[in-house]
């Protein structure tokens, strides 16, 4: 046998014992090692999920729709719009005395009534809450994508590479690893926030930088243990005996078969990163006051708390959306985390 035939021979085998390879399984199979159908087919017959999953659509429909539901009176939109400057808090259902935005489309067949109102009420400062909700689930969806893409890419190179390679390199990026997850998270990222704002200018993006600087490393750790025990099975083995460039035979043949709980973990890291960054507005940092977004209606009623048997629609509608957002990604994530990890089962 040539060494043309040799190097041919093991390439097949790689092919063959490489799971999920099978191209008449469909695209996302031939990539992830995953039945596409049989994902979905566990997400909709498992009932927590399933919810999850209405939740989700929910709130992808409140964001594509933000302009009719509430439309804006400004060229930025996510400026919620203030009723005067009155300090005390408006009821809900109150009417708008000054500056109030056009009725959207679905209110008066709804109501039978032409003048707009403060559905869910005023915050100090008549920042009007039912508006803060609406396009704060865009601000929501946006954070949370750029952070989670972010570090879910840092991750699983930095995770990837350190597993394969091994020796001195492992042991150098893991270290650094470990200082990063020496810090308090969300204590680390409010240091970084606070810096970054004045020289940024307050907007949602001293924040997205900061929860990405501290939070790609759960995903470092988890690629790394499955690399680790992937490196050594048959067929990546003779992927290394035909000639395959490491680039090749880490992206190809290992990184397809060991992304399953990476994946999970970044579908239950969606819901966090909201609230971490919800968490950040209600401190104060990155976001311009009056900015629509979640943490920062919220920090609206800090004034307000002794007093929430008058006030409590300002503390009770953002919470109970933040919640409803952060549990309907964590019901996916952890039908996710059955469906692509069999370990988890156990």
Request: aromatic share 12%.
């Amino acid at each position: 046998m040539t060494k043309m035939e040799e190097n041919a021979l093991f390439e097949e085998l790689a092919e063959m014992q490489t799971p999920g390879l099978d191209k008449k399984t469909g695209r996302i199979r031939h990539i992830f090692g995953v039945d596409k159908n049989g994902v979905l087919r566990g997400l909709l017959r498992n009932p927590s999920s399933l919810i999850g999953l209405v939740l989700v659509a929910v709130f992808i429909l409140i964001a594509l729709l933000a302009p009719l539901i509430a439309p804006p009176i400004n060229n930025d939109p996510y400026q919620i719009p203030r009723d005067g400057y009155q300090y005390e808090p408006q009821p809900m259902g109150s009417a708008w005395l000054s500056n109030a935005p056009a009725v959207p489309f679905w209110y008066q067949p709804l109501t039978g009534k032409t003048q707009w109102i403060h559905v869910l009420g005023t915050t100090e400062g008549q920042y009007d809450i039912f508006y803060g909700i609406v396009w704060g689930t865009r601000t929501a969806f946006r954070s949370a994508l750029i952070v989670v893409l972010a570090t879910f890419v840092i991750g699983v190179l930095v995770g990837s590479i350190s597993a394969y390679f091994g020796g001195a390199v492992d042991q150098v990026i893991m270290r650094v690893v470990d200082i990063f997850m020496t810090l308090p998270f969300i204590f680390a990222a409010l240091i970084m926030a606070a810096i970054l704002t004045p020289l940024m200018g307050r907007s949602p993006f001293p924040s997205t930088l900061a929860l990405i600087t501290f939070g790609w490393m759960g995903y470092a750790r988890i690629v790394r243990g499955d690399v680790l025990t992937i490196k050594e099975r048959v067929y990546v083995l003779a992927a290394r005996a035909s000639g395959l460039r490491d680039r090749q035979i880490l992206f190809k043949h290992i990184l397809p078969n060991a992304i399953y709980p990476t994946l999970a973990f970044a579908t239950l890291n969606f819901g966090e990163v909201v609230l971490s960054f919800a968490a950040l507005s209600f401190l104060g940092i990155g976001t311009q006051v009056g900015y629509a977004d979640w943490g920062q209606l919220l920090s609206f009623g800090r004034n307000w708390i002794m007093s929430l048997s008058n006030y409590w629609y300002i503390i009770v509608w953002p919470g109970l959306v933040l919640v409803l957002f952060v549990l309907a990604w964590n019901l996916i994530g952890d039908t996710l985390r059955d469906l692509l990890d069999p370990h988890s089962k156990n």
